[in-house]
C-alpha cells in the first residue's frame, strides 16, 4: 500500500514549519512520528497536497523541570517519556501511559505532540492529559498561545488547535495530586487502543481525599473529566465504601461507545472497575 | 528528491519519490530483501529495523524522513560471516520455524537487550509485543532471547 503523492518539506524550525503551513494551505499537514498519519495515507483516507515534516526538529525533543509544572516538548517520544525518571516521580500516570502506547517500534517513533494534535477518540493520553490537569502550548504567525486540557479537546478529531499552528509544549503541574497519579487500561487484546482508559491524579491529607481529578480515554467521543467520581470522592475520607459509592459514578450521564467487541453497557461497567481500581491503588 | 542514509555501514544515495516507504526502498532499491513485508499496516513487526540505534516499522516510515540516517537491517547483524549472538541463540533455540518474522524478531530482541540486559520473561513477552510469529513459535523465541542474555553475562 503506497500513499498517494504528495509534496514533502522538511522544516528546518518550528517558525520555518509555521511559515511553510501558511504557504502551502489546506492541503498541508505537518507530520511528527507519522505513525497515525502514515497509516491513513497508506489507506488513502488522508491525502494531503503537502507534507511538512517536524519529526526531526531536537528543539522540540525535551523533558524539563520549571518548578510549577514539567515541560515537554511535543516531540518527545513515548519511549522518552516511558523511560523519564522525572515524570514518574512527578507525573507517573504520563509515564505509565506512555508505556502502554502501541509496542516498543510505535513508541520509538510516535510523539505526544502528535497524539494530542491528532486527537484519536481511542488514544490513551487525552484522559491523562486532563486528569494532570496539563496546559497545551501552541505556536502560530501571530506567536503562542496556551490552551487548558480542559478546553483542548472539542469533538471527535477535533481539537482547538488551528489550522496553521503548531502543538509545541505540554505543561504538567507538579503539584501533590500528580506526584500521586496512575493509569489503567483495559485494552482491545489486538489493537492496544484502550477501551477503557482511566487515569487519576488524587492527594490525601489525614486519610481523606484533599484534590482528585479523574479523567477517561477510550470510553466516549472525546476524552473527559469524570466530575461525578471527582465530586463524590473530594473530601471524603478515603475507605473501600467512599472509594465504591465514588467509582459507581463513573461515566454517569455520559453518552459512551459502543461497538462489535464492547457494549456500551459492559464499556460502562468497566470504566467503573477501573475507576475502583485506579483510586484504589493510590489511597 | 535526494535521499541519503547509510545502511550497515555503507552510505548510499537515491532520488526517491516522497511517498517511497522505507521498506520499499531498501528492498527494491537497495536489495536488501531480508526485511520482511508482512501486514503492512505496522502491526505485525516484521519490517523492523533500526534507524539511528531504535527499532521502527519500516512499512510506516517514509525513505525521505530518513535522510541522513544510519540504518541497521538484518543484513548487518553477522559480522565477517560470524552470526550475532542473537542470531546464534535463536539457531540454538530453535527459535524459528518458517522464518518469516525472524529479521523483525532479532532486531527488536537486540534493542530490548540494549535497553535491559537481563530481562524477565515477562519483559521479554512485553518487548516483543510488536512482532507477531504466525507460527506461535514464541515459547523457543523466548527461550532464544534468554539464552542471548545469559551468553552476554
Redesign the interface.
Known amino acids: 500500500m503506497i500513499p498517494e503523492s504528495f509534496d514533502y518539506q522538511r522544516a528546518s524550525s518550528v517558525s520555518d514549519a509555521i511559515s511553510l503551513l501558511h504557504q502551502h494551505g489546506e492541503g498541508a499537514k505537518i507530520l511528527a512520528g507519522g505513525h497515525s498519519l502514515v497509516p491513513t495515507m497508506k489507506l488513502r483516507l488522508s491525502t494531503p497536497a503537502t507534507l511538512i515534516d517536524i519529526g526531526d526538529l531536537t528543539e522540540l525533543k525535551y523533558i524539563s523541570d520549571k518548578g510549577d509544572y514539567l515541560a515537554i516538548g511535543a516531540g518527545a517520544t513515548h519511549w522518552m517519556l516511558e523511560s523519564s525518571d522525572l515524570i514518574q516521580q512527578k507525573a507517573p500516570a504520563l509515564s505509565q501511559s506512555a508505556g502502554q502506547v502501541g509496542d516498543v517500534q510505535v513508541r520509538n517513533r510516535g510523539t505526544i505532540g502528535g497524539v494530542l494534535a491528532h486527537s484519536d477518540p481511542q488514544a490513551d493520553y487525552p484522559g491523562v492529559i486532563l486528569a494532570l490537569n496539563a496546559t497545551i502550548v501552541v505556536q502560530g504567525s501571530g506567536g503562542e498561545r496556551t490552551i487548558a486540557a480542559a478546553d483542548y479537546f472539542t469533538g471527535l478529531w477535533e481539537t482547538a488547535l488551528e489550522e496553521t499552528e503548531i502543538l509545541t509544549e505540554v505543561r504538567i503541574p507538579t503539584d501533590n495530586a500528580n506526584a500521586n497519579s496512575c493509569y489503567l487500561k483495559f485494552p482491545q487484546p489486538a489493537s492496544r487502543y484502550p477501551y477503557v482508559g482511566c487515569a487519576v491524579a488524587m492527594s490525601t491529607a489525614g486519610g481523606s481525599c484533599a484534590e482528585i481529578r479523574v479523567g477517561f480515554s477510550g470510553v466516549g467521543e472525546t476524552a473527559f473529566r469524570d466530575s461525578g467520581v471527582e465530586n463524590a470522592l473530594q473530601g471524603q475520607a478515603l475507605s473501600e465504601s467512599s472509594i465504591a459509592a465514588a467509582s459507581a459514578k463513573a461515566a454517569e450521564g455520559r453518552s459512551v461507545l459502543s461497538d462489535v467487541f464492547v457494549s456500551e453497557e459492559y464499556r460502562r461497567a468497566m470504566a467503573q472497575v477501573y475507576a475502583k481500581r485506579a483510586l484504589s491503588q493510590l489511597s | 528528491?535526494k535521499v541519503s542514509m547509510t545502511v550497515n555501514g555503507t552510505a548510499f544515495e537515491h532520488d526517491v519519490?516522497?511517498?517511497?516507504?522505507l521498506v520499499?526502498h531498501l528492498r527494491e532499491n537497495m536489495g536488501l530483501t531480508g526485511t520482511h513485508v508482512g501486514c503492512?499496516?505496522?502491526s505485525c513487526?516484521a519490517c523492523?529495523i533500526l534507524v539511528n540505534g531504535?527499532?521502527?516499522?519500516s512499512c510506516?516510515?517514509?525513505a525521505?524522513?530518513c535522510?541522513g540516517a544510519d540504518i541497521k537491517t538484518i543484513e548487518g547483524m553477522a559480522t565477517n560471516g560470524d552470526l550475532h549472538p542473537i542470531q546464534e541463540s535463536f539457531r540454538e533455540k530453535h527459535g524459528l520455524q518458517c522464518g518469516f518474522c525472524t529479521p523483525g524478531m532479532i532486531l527488536?530482541s537486540w534493542?530490548?537487550l540494549e535497553?535491559n540486559p537481563k530481562p524477565s520473561e515477562g519483559e521479554i513477552r512485553h518487548?516483543l509485543?510488536?512482532?507477531f510469529c504466525r507460527c506461535t513459535g514464541y515459547d523457543n523465541i523466548v527461550k532464544a532471547v534468554q539464552h542471548a542474555s545469559q551468553q552476554s553475562a
Do not use: I, Y
Open positions: 528528491m519519490e516522497p511517498r517511497t516507504l520499499q503492512d499496516t505496522s513487526g523492523t531504535e527499532t521502527v516499522k510506516t516510515l517514509l525521505v524522513q535522510d527488536s534493542q530490548l535497553r518487548a509485543e510488536g512482532n
